[in-house]
């Protein structure tokens, strides 16, 4: 008989380590929602080889990537690329100055039909997070009791008038 065990990790990796301060965010929403994580720096061009051994083997240890970067950000397509689809990737388009972030979104949402990558808003670390904990979800139910509470309580947070 075959023992199948999921894999409830998340990958959540960077092209730079200034990239962390937005990054942050997906680690904490994780964190928050009791999913496990590693943070990682994969700079898909300063740093190939890495990405390329890192994509390779990543789904025999997580479930989904987050994966963020700014200015010409191909470290989410790339990933997708050599991970041939085997687990999900999630893009975060990070703000620079020069651009306000707009290369770094089309360069990770505008990938060519067959090689998805589901990108966030700029800066939309935590949606990423929010996202990758839903996946985890699917299968494990204590992150799926604790998504439940965290929209119960967003929604009471959200008040039904302005003043
Ligand atoms: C991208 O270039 C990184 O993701 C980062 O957002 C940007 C600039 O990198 P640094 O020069 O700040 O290290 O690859």
Redesign the pocket.
């Known amino acids: 008989m075959i023992n199948y065990k999921p894999i409830l990790k998340v990958a959540v990796i960077?092209?730079?380590?200034?990239?962390y301060s937005v990054m942050r965010e997906c680690e904490k929403i994780l964190k928050k929602l009791g999913v496990k994580c590693d943070v990682l720096i994969v700079?898909?061009?300063?740093t190939s080889d890495r990405l390329y051994k890192f994509a390779k083997t990543a789904h025999k240890k997580y479930s989904v990537v987050c994966a963020?970067?700014?200015?010409?950000?191909?470290?989410a397509g790339m990933c997708a690329s050599i991970m041939k689809k085997k687990i999900p990737v999630i893009g975060v388009p990070?703000k620079?100055k020069k651009t306000d972030g707009i290369a770094?979104l089309f360069s990770t949402n505008e990938m060519p039909n067959g090689i998805p990558v589901a990108t966030v808003a700029i800066d939309g670390a935590m949606n990423a997070g929010l996202l990758a904990a839903t996946i985890i979800s699917l299968q494990d139910s204590r992150v799926s009791q604790k998504l439940e509470k965290y929209m119960f309580d967003l929604t009471n947070s959200i008040k039904k008038r302005p003043r």
């Not at 960077?14 to 990239?19: A, P, T, Y």
């Not at 963020?68 to 470290?75: K, M, T």
Request: charged share 25%; hydrophobic share 35%.
């Open positions: 960077m092209g730079s380590k200034n990239d700079s898909a061009h300063r963020g970067a700014g200015r010409s950000a191909h470290l990070i620079d770094a």
